[in-house]
């Protein structure tokens, strides 16, 4: 539902919408995901992505060629176009472009905190970090050894500090106590996203809105918004197993619809699931017009374009190409 940014919209924001929409015709399509399924060699999808957008990020690429390689010039593809975005933003679209990089942020904290409880090598973890999350003090995260000198040592700089409010303790880091930070660090974020979304209004509004752990701590960690909140989140507190879940979710009709593609038991098979109606309702945003939500939902396709690219390579340099098609979510 459109209100007075129709008006306005295209002064400041309405070049970059068309840019990103520009950019949408670049994503693979079903006929080339055919093609790179039928590859025998990392060499034959180089050869493939060579004449789609990809092809100046991999055409000097050396043989043999690696999955990571393929994946690190397919991820400097989407950052090179992110950070075009960013600089041609204006207030508020530069924000709304922030925001979107915050979930990566935490994914290279908890990270670069899990590898280093496990005694690996700082250089060797940076190299995985995702580039859209990466900030100037992400290499000190080495030296915290809890909660609180974590905040206080690095990320009182950064944008996750307003987030940290509800897991600075003095507990010693461990697997537990870092999933535990992740999924609260995840729910102060999207609850903080939600809200400048409503703040924003209009059409950008209206589109984007098993562990040990008790379940006390398991309702800490559910948003306070959405279709779920709050019966959902309830019974979704008190599931024991997948069975379990899907007896909870099957009483709200969009997750009925995910749950009856799968068969009892098939929980690996739930992934892919929810990555189909993601992209679903990513595409959908793009019937509308004078919004943010397009930006959003460009840089989620990508990401997943990324892991379909990911997935295909790793059966082909696998050789298990009966497999190639289990997780590849086609996005047109």
Known sequence: MYGWEMLSFNIHDGFLEAIVRGNRSGLLTAADY????QCETLDDIKMHLTATEYGPYLQNEPSPLHTTTIVEKCTLKLVDEYKHMLCQANEPLSTFLQYITYGHMIDNVVLI??????????????EKCHPLGMFDSIASLAVAQNMRELYRLVLVDTP???????????????????????????????????????????ATAEIIIGTELTRDDRRKLYSNFGLLHPYG???????????????????????Q????????????ML?????EEEVRRLCLSFEQQFHYAVFFAYIRLREQEIRNLMWISECVAQNQKSRVHDSVVFIF
């Open 233 to 255: 989140h309830e019974e979704l507190a008190v599931c024991e197993d997948v069975d379990q879940v899907r007896g909870a979710m099957e009483k709200y009709p969009p997750y």
């Open 271 to 275: 992934d892919k699931a929810f990555y």
């Open 34 to 37: 055919n093609n790179l399924c």
């Open 160 to 202: 996750l500090a307003p987030y940290f409010s509800e897991c600075i303790t003095s507990e010693d880091l461990d697997d537990m106590n870092i999933e535990i930070m992740r999924n609260t660090l995840y729910k102060a974020y999207l609850e903080d996203f939600y809200k400048f979304c409503q703040k924003l209004g209009g």
């Open 257 to 268: 619809s995910i749950f009856s593609r799968i068969s009892y038991g098939e929980s690996q």
């Open 113 to 126: 905190v899990t590898g280093t409880l496990h005694e690996r090598d700082v250089n060797e973890l940076l």
